[in-house]
């Protein structure tokens, strides 16, 4: 039947959602739908997950050999798909397979692909999948016609533009194109299929959109239809106020305007392609995202109307690897020109600059990494360039962290708490936009995500906006609590057991003895290391310490209690063992170590020029600050001047002139910058700093390079990758073989074997806000408190009931920041369940206390 009124609807459908037989099921469920409900679909789809990849491969090889191996896998994968759609894809494919087969040859054979040919071959990505996707539907009954893009979106030359950009990442016309309607009427087709991501230009050769230009392409077909609506269907379920995967309680954004969502699409969030906004704006063609695996859900609608109750921010983004220019000049105030010379530099060097922020004496700029890849070539020559006018910082790893949403300006003042989040990080820049729909702060990479969180938690989920925001990623996402990830962990078998426990014992701290060994193991994996260390600071348990005996582990300690402690526990222990790393330690202290005959550090040159008496003669180890320190969060970073810790380089001079003097052996470096470090890069940076002044002290043979490795806070962080730390330092060994490599972890040993199990005193209901008390709070764990650290919680109790009500999680301790978990997703919970804390078995017990006269938790090892 054809209906010739333009009651057009687009519907766009990516990679994964065409990529298999259920998923088709479900397009053409949707398909169906839309016909009946007496609307003409033009359906947009992309290449095959993972074909758009193989195909730059091709353009990117010259060995015939490999290009045949990729050009059989991409044939495979279609014969695969076509397999399961009951489709024969060597009968439907075959003109394209074989222009694959010559194009590919012929890139080979020359060793370089002009751009229109790389065009063509990026394009028979999308030409294949949509010649499947016909096929499929049409033998499920439906009446579609295939199209070919090109025939049908132009596009337009830009003044200006390179060649490359003109070709493959292209711009088309964004007008209503009535002879293509007129075209369709006639034809009479009420289901048009056709190809995202590719176009021709007024030449008829065909030129593609950029990746992830899809999107970008049915926005194209939405204008030109001038369609009703425009439906990005995807593998997520809308837009959501941040990122789901690192912030379970992001919330789905119901609706935003244009601007707000282009705002949001700019700043990072994958789920539209941010020019996919301005073609349908234009016309003012609603857009809404679904998706594809249930496409009753909601999703994200994206239009002109703005409603007096919606949320005024909206959504909280991340852009990570920022790089700053920090241009410093006591000649600028009131000089004509600086800037206009200082940016003609960036411009010289193609450098887009994004952010700016000034004063009367410093301008520091942000650069997008994205828009500047080629920095790290330039970079040398920049700097010098723009020394000439100024003196030039480079500031790296660094996340731009921006508040999205309108009118940001008037609601400052409601952010007020929000900001308290900042007493503890360094901001290098702020920025509040033009346009007023964005305001940024660009904070050093590894606080962005906890600065997400906790802005997330006092901007967004204490909304009471209902028209903006929806369901948590965690309320769509299964229906059960905040452990659910926690698939492989050794708590999940050791449900009942823990259970019992608690009941019987009451607030307790259980270690899992077999986890520790699988964890020393895995560290003991770290080859290039000639000795672990354990700082037993982090957990002193006296069983978990015979394990780490046992396997031949040293232990350091930061107080001479804890050197007696060790030695009481191991009286026959090799003292070469020991380490006493103190700090603003007491004489006494040293004097007792250096009787017990373990090796003594030193963090402060006061210690050689008052007590030089008792180190005359003695073999020691001293403590550098590398000058910058690392970690978790600003109380755990030990380096830079703005630590107690270390001697800084600048006064080793003297401390070797005290050395030399009074025949003092420096036997080891040592450097610990900090708590909870991610990178992998880390430890073998600190070997090389160490390495560096071990020139000066030709007695060195250790090099101590700290400990911190950290571990994830919950199941959507990234896991601290031991093999990369390790090729790091076995790079360092290779140069620098003479050295003894040492590491002294504490947390990475022991906190994901340990758990704090609690039992549930009493429930209470605010308003919106659930508060679910237990028997022990920050006397026992003070590190949600302290740091603001996030631990997992699960009801164990009721670990298989669907999660669904959003609780803080609260001890009995007389202070309102007696808090061990805020807005987590949990069963609904009742007196007596037992609460279950992860990642507790570092830095947990250790730090509790007796505070208001309750006693901690007690510890169980098993
Ligand atoms: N070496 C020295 C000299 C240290 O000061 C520390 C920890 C370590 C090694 C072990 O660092 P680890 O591998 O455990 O990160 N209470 C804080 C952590 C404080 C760390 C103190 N020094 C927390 O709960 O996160």
Redesign the pocket.
Do not use: C, D, Q
């Given at each position: 039947m054809t209906n010739n009124s333009h009651n057009w609807i687009v519907l766009k459908f990516g990679g994964t959602s065409v990529s298999s037989l259920s998923n088709w099921q479900n397009i053409t469920s949707i398909l169906q739908d839309k016909l009946s409900e007496g609307y003409r679909v033009c359906l947009v789809h992309s290449a095959l997950s993972g074909i758009s990849n193989k195909l730059e491969e091709i353009i990117d090889l010259s060995s015939t050999d490999e290009s045949e191996t990729v050009l059989e896998e991409i044939k495979q994968q279609h014969r695969d798909l076509a397999n399961d759609l009951g489709l024969d894809a060597d009968e439907l494919l075959s003109g394209e397979f074989e222009e694959l087969e010559q194009l590919s040859r012929g890139v080979a054979l020359l060793e370089e692909a002009g751009y229109h040919v790389q065009a063509r071959i990026m394009a028979l990505g999308e030409l294949m999948s949509t010649k499947l996707g016909v096929a499929y539907v049409k033998s499920q009954g439906l009446d579609a016609e295939w199209k070919d893009a090109r025939m049908l979106l132009k596009s337009i030359p830009v003044e200006n533009a390179s060649e490359k950009s003109l070709v493959l990442s292209a711009i088309c016309d964004t007008s209503e194109d009535k002879e293509l309607q007129q075209q369709l009427d006639e034809e009479g087709h009420d289901l048009i299929l056709t190809q995202g991501f590719i176009a021709s230009d007024n030449s008829n050769k065909t030129v593609v959109l950029g990746r992830g230009g899809s999107d970008v392409s049915a926005s194209y077909f939405a204008a030109k239809l001038n369609a009703e609506r425009l439906e990005i269907w995807t593998d997520v379920p809308g837009m959501f106020s941040c990122n789901p995967h690192a912030i379970p309680s992001a919330r789905l954004l119901k609706h935003l305007s244009y601007a707000e969502a282009q705002e949001i699409a700019t700043n990072g969030a994958k789920v539209l392609h941010p020019r996919c906004i301005m073609p349908a704006r234009v016309h003012n063609i609603p857009i809404q995202i679904k998706w594809t695996q249930d496409p009753e859900q909601e999703g994200t609608t994206i239009s002109s109307a703005v409603a007096d109750d919606e949320a005024l921010v909206k959504a909280i983004s991340v852009r990570d690897n920022v790089i700053l220019v920090s241009m410093e000049t006591l000649g600028m105030w009131q000089q004509v020109g600086f800037l206009a010379d200082a940016f003609d530099v960036f411009k010289q060097y193609g450098l887009s600059i994004d952010l700016v922020s000034t004063s009367d004496s410093n301008v520091t700029v942000s650069l997008d990494p994205g828009a500047n890849t080629h920095f790290n070539e330039i970079r040398d020559e920049f700097v010098d360039d723009l020394n000439e006018l100024c003196r030039v910082e480079i500031i790296e790893s660094t996340s731009a962290v921006s508040l999205l949403g309108r009118h940001i300006r008037t609601i400052l003042h409601q952010l007020g708490s929000a900001f308290e989040v900042f007493q503890e990080h360094e901001v290098y820049l702020v920025s509040q936009a033009a346009n007023d729909l964005n305001f940024t702060f660009v904070v050093a990479s590894d606080q962005a995500d906890r600065l997400v969180q906790q802005l997330h938690e006092q901007v967004i989920s204490k909304s009471s906006a209902q028209v903006s925001f929806g369901p948590t990623w965690q309320q769509i996402n299964g229906s059960h609590s905040d452990g659910a990830p926690y698939k492989d962990t050794w708590w999940k078998g050791k449900r009942e057991t823990l259970i019992q426990l608690a009941e019987k014992e009451g607030p307790a701290y259980v270690y899992d003895s077999d986890h520790i060994t699988e964890t020393v193991d895995n560290v003991k994996g770290l080859e290039s290391l000639d000795q672990l260390f354990y700082?037993i600071?982090?957990n002193d348990n006296e069983e978990l310490l015979k394990i780490f005996y046992e396997k031949g582990l040293g232990f350091?300690c930061?107080s001479i209690g804890e050197v007696e402690y060790v030695l009481d526990q191991f009286p026959d222990i090799d003292r070469e063992r020991i380490l006493f790393?103190p700090?603003f330690a007491p004489r006494s202290e040293y004097e007792q170590a250096l009787q017990e005959g373990v090796h003594v550090t030193l963090d402060n040159i006061f210690a050689l020029q008052e007590w030089t008496g008792l180190f005359e003669g003695q073999d020691i180890f001293l403590?550098i600050d590398p000058g910058h320190g690392h970690?978790?969060?600003k109380?755990?970073r030990?380096g830079g001047v703005n630590s107690k810790?270390g001697i800084p380089r600048f006064e080793l001079e003297e401390v070797k002139s005290i050395v030399d003097e009074h025949n003092i052996r420096v036997k080891g470096l040592?450097a610990?910058i900090?708590?909870?470090?991610k990178d992998p890069e880390s430890w073998k940076r600190t070997a090389l700093v160490l390495a560096e002044v071990a020139q000066q002290f030709e007695d060195v043979e250790y090099l101590d390079v700290?400990?911190?490795?950290?571990v994830r806070e919950n199941e959507m962080q990234s896991v601290l990758p031991l093999g990369e730390v390790e090729q790091g330092l076995s790079e360092f060994k290779k140069a620098f073989s003479q050295y003894k490599l040492w590491m002294?972890?504490?947390?990475?040993?022991v906190a994901t074997a340990g758990v704090l199990l609690a039992r549930v005193t009493q429930t209470k209901g605010k308003g919106k806000i659930r508060y679910v008390g237990v028997e022990t709070g920050m006397n026992s764990l003070i590190?949600p408190a302290?740091?603001g650290?996030h631990h997992s919680i699960v009801n164990l109790s009721r670990i298989d009931e669907p999660a669904t009500q959003i609780s803080n999680i609260v001890g009995p301790i007389c202070e309102s920041g007696d808090k061990l978990g805020i807005d987590r997703l949990l069963p609904e919970s009742q007196e007596g369940d037992v609460v279950l804390i992860a990642n507790t078995g570092?830095?947990g017990h250790v730090?509790s206390s007796t505070y208001n006269m309750r006693a901690p938790a007690r510890e169980i090892v098993i």
């Open positions: 700082a600071k982090a350091e930061v790393t700090n403590r970690g978790h969060h109380h755990v030990t810790f040592h610990h900090g708590s909870g470090i700290g400990g911190g490795l950290g002294e972890p504490g947390r990475y040993l590190r302290l740091y650290s570092a830095y730090m």
